[in-house]
Each structure stands twice: as structure tokens, then as C-alpha cells.
T-cell receptor, first 116, second 114 residues
Framework: NAGVMQNPRHLVRRRGQEARLRCSPMKGHSHVYWYRQLPEEGLKFMVYLQKENIIDESGMPKERFSAEFPKEGPSILRIQQVVRGDSAAYFC??????????????FGQGTRLTVV | AQSVTQLGSHVSVSEGALVLLRCNYSSSVPPYLFWYVQYPNQGLQLLLKYTSAATLVKGINGFEAEFKKSETSFHLTKPSAHMSDAAEYFCAVSDGNQGGKLIFGQGTELSVKP
């Protein structure tokens, strides 16, 4: 059973370009979470999605950031018009159950975005 | 609202010495608590989790943590450090009823000296 797959592992974008980060959850998992880790900081929750639904986007910046989890295919975190401050590691996690506080979330290897 | 505080951003121990990484939490509901380890340029791996079944939780790689409600603490320990334990360690609390939505501490970088 493959783990959570994120690609690309490393992404370099120039200021003003778009960044697309992909996450394929573990088989059988229908809940996806995106986190951002800025240098020297812990992970900060961004958004929680189920198939075709955004459940909680309280951690998403109001502008330029969007996320989706279509019925088919991976979850996508999209950052438009990137700025240097977007440089960070973006982690995706998946879990099989909703409403269960002790459910373990499995993390991917992350995508390290560098904006130059 | 839930929150987590990790005391000490850097901890250094000698190989074979006790490892103690501190975590205090704040939660308006009975908490579910987690410790994750992150090796350089890698994702997070779950070490152990507290789900109210037992206050002393044993995890992988010889780590354990004790939930102390009176102290609102969930410190991570290992009796004898190995060089391979050098990594970043994160304490986290589950936020509300969304299992995968976690509130993380700032992290503690563990260094192990030979």
C-alpha cells in the first residue's frame, strides 16, 4: 500500500508564476489536509478537503491560494502569482475517517517550493 | 481553542543519555495528542499518540510519552539516545472533531553527540 504521494518534491518558480502542488492520498483515504512549514517553524494547517468538498479552509491565505480534491485524481494546492514569502515546504496528509479525533493522519514527503 | 507549546527549540544530548522533549498543551476538550518526527528533507512520521486509553504511551524506536492532565503535559522521553535519533520532533494536538487537522508545536531539534 503506497503512502501519501506528493509531487513534485522540489519546485522552483519565479515571482508572479503559478505553482501547482499535487497530493495523492493513501488508498482508501478520502480526507486530505494541507499544511505549510515555513523555515524554522512548525507546520500550520491550511485546508481540509474531502472528495469534491472543502470542509475547512480556515488556514488558507485569503488571496492567491486555492485547493481542490476532485472526484478523480489527486488533490491540488494552487498558488497564483507566487511571491518570495510563499517559499516553504508544503505537506499533504490523508486520513480514512471523519469526526474521529484520534485518527492518525499520514503525511507525504512534502513539496519544497522555492520562489526566486 | 487548542494549542501546543514545545519548550526548547534545540536540545542536545550525548549518545546513550536520556532524551526528554517537553510539550505542554491547551485544550478545551479532552485532548488527543501526537508526537511526530521529521528527518531532514522528509515528511513527518508518527512516533506515538495518546487517545485516552492509557496515560503512558509507548511508540516506535524506543520512545514513550506520559500524559499528565494536572500538568497539561505530554513530554517525550527515550532512556538512551542513538545517533539516528537526531531529527526534528513535533508535538501536536487534534483540533476538534477533525481527525487529521492538527495543531503543531514549533518543533524541537534534537542533536545527539557521540
Amino acid at each position: 500500500n503506497a503512502g501519501v504521494m506528493q509531487n513534485p518534491r522540489h519546485l522552483v518558480r519565479r515571482r508572479g508564476q503559478e505553482a501547482r502542488l499535487r497530493c495523492s492520498p493513501m488508498k482508501g483515504h478520502s480526507h486530505v489536509y494541507w499544511y505549510r512549514q515555513l523555515p524554522e517553524e512548525g507546520l500550520k494547517f491550511m485546508v481540509y478537503l474531502q472528495k469534491e468538498n472543502i470542509i475547512d479552509e480556515s488556514g488558507m491565505p485569503k488571496e492567491r491560494f486555492s485547493a481542490e480534491f476532485p472526484k478523480e485524481g489527486p488533490s491540488i494546492l494552487r498558488i497564483q502569482q507566487v511571491v518570495r514569502g510563499d517559499s516553504a515546504a508544503y505537506f499533504c496528509a490523508s486520513s480514512p475517517l471523519q469526526g474521529s479525533m484520534n485518527t492518525e493522519a499520514f503525511f507525504g514527503q512534502g513539496t519544497r517550493l522555492t520562489v526566486v | 481553542a487548542q494549542s501546543v507549546t514545545q519548550l526548547g527549540s534545540h536540545v542536545s544530548v550525548s549518545e546513550g543519555a536520556l532524551v526528554l522533549l517537553r510539550c505542554n498543551y491547551s485544550s478545551s476538550v479532552p485532548p488527543y495528542l501526537f508526537w511526530y518526527v521529521q528527518y531532514p528533507n522528509q515528511g513527518l512520521q508518527l512516533l506515538l499518540k495518546y487517545t485516552s486509553a492509557a496515560t503512558l504511551v509507548k511508540g516506535i524506536n524506543g520512545f514513550e510519552a506520559e500524559f499528565k492532565k494536572s500538568e497539561t503535559s505530554f513530554h517525550l522521553t527515550k532512556p538512551s539516545a542513538h545517533m539516528s535519533d537526531a531529527a526534528e520532533y513535533f508535538c501536536a494536538v487534534s483540533d476538534g472533531n477533525q481527525g487529521g487537522k492538527l495543531i503543531f508545536g514549533q518543533g524541537t531539534e534534537l542533536s545527539v553527540k557521540p
